[in-house]
């Protein structure tokens, strides 16, 4: 079936929406180098995507102070105070733009993150965009970690729609491919990543941007 114009777009929150860069100066402050934070973040999603492909669970900051136990010599404390800036992130520059395009457009808007709760609540807030998004949600409710297609549905249900009226908007290929799997259309532009993954079917939407992943589902054809 082909892609239709969504009536909710949910939005992936750390380094989607959320820049990580007080993460990174927290790394810094405790001596680390600052090209640590991705292989920490990567090893974090690794943790998370290992446990919930064996059965098991943990949540987003025990997968993350583990990596950083596995990376750093960080004691116990310190893993903790990085691990607590997570709290302080804001949006991208590009973020509130976006959502005020789809409000504009009488199109609903959420978060979908596998996150600790209170992390994109905190980052909206400190962007003063929290009017612009009906909900935040994190599969952390349902005890499983994106792209598991149970994450992708159970936010389908939780906003009231079929999967096929949701898109998901992020900036990484296995969060886009998890969300096109279950059934939702499936936009994705590069932050962290330089091109989509050519090893993963193409989604609905490559970008070159946020705003030109938003356009491009605003001009699909209504259902």
């Given at each position: 079936?082909?892609?239709a114009?969504?009536d909710?777009?949910?939005f992936?929150?750390?380094e989607?929406?959320?820049?990580?860069?007080?993460?990174?100066?927290?790394?810094?402050?405790?001596g680390q180098?600052?090209?640590?934070?991705?292989?920490v973040f990567?090893r974090?999603?690794?943790?998370?995507?290992?446990?919930?492909?064996?059965?098991?669970?943990?949540?987003f900051?025990?997968?993350?102070?583990?990596?950083?136990?596995?990376l750093?010599?960080l004691?116990?404390?310190?893993?903790?105070?990085?691990?607590?800036?997570f709290?302080?992130?804001s949006p991208?520059p590009d973020?509130?733009p976006?959502?005020r395009?789809?409000a504009?457009?009488?199109?609903?808007?959420?978060?979908?993150?596998?996150?600790s709760?209170?992390?994109?609540?905190?980052?909206?807030?400190?962007?003063?965009?929290?009017?612009?998004?009906?909900?935040?949600l994190?599969?952390?409710?349902?005890?499983?970690?994106k792209?598991?297609?149970?994450?992708?549905?159970?936010?389908?249900?939780?906003?009231?729609?079929?999967?096929?009226r949701?898109?998901?908007?992020?900036a990484?290929?296995?969060?886009?491919?998890?969300?096109?799997?279950?059934g939702?259309?499936?936009a994705?532009?590069?932050?962290?990543?330089?091109?989509?993954?050519?090893?993963?079917?193409?989604p609905?939407?490559?970008?070159?941007d946020?705003?030109?992943?938003?356009?491009?589902?605003?001009?699909?054809?209504?259902?």
């Open positions: 079936m082909s892609a114009r969504p909710v777009v949910a992936d929150v750390n989607t929406l959320l820049d990580l860069e007080p993460v990174r100066a927290a790394l810094v402050e405790l180098p600052a090209h640590l934070l991705p292989t990567g974090t999603l690794q943790t998370g995507f290992a446990a919930t492909v064996a059965g098991t669970w943990l949540p900051r025990a997968a993350f102070e583990s990596s950083l136990a596995q750093t010599d004691d116990d404390g310190d893993r903790g105070r990085v691990a607590d800036a709290l302080e992130l991208h973020v509130e976006v959502l395009r789809l504009t457009a009488g199109v609903r808007v959420v978060t979908l993150s596998h996150g709760p209170g992390v994109a609540e905190a980052g909206l807030e400190r962007g003063g965009v929290t009017p612009l998004v009906e909900r935040t994190t599969s952390e409710t349902v005890r499983t970690w792209p598991s297609r149970a994450a992708y549905l159970w936010a389908a249900g939780a906003c009231g729609v079929a999967p096929g949701m898109a998901l908007v992020a990484h290929g296995w969060d886009v491919l998890g969300a096109e799997r279950a939702l259309t499936g994705w532009f590069p932050r962290a990543e330089r091109v989509y993954p050519p090893a993963y079917p193409a609905a939407v490559v970008a070159d946020l705003a030109g992943a938003v356009e491009a589902l605003l001009a699909l054809p209504p259902a």
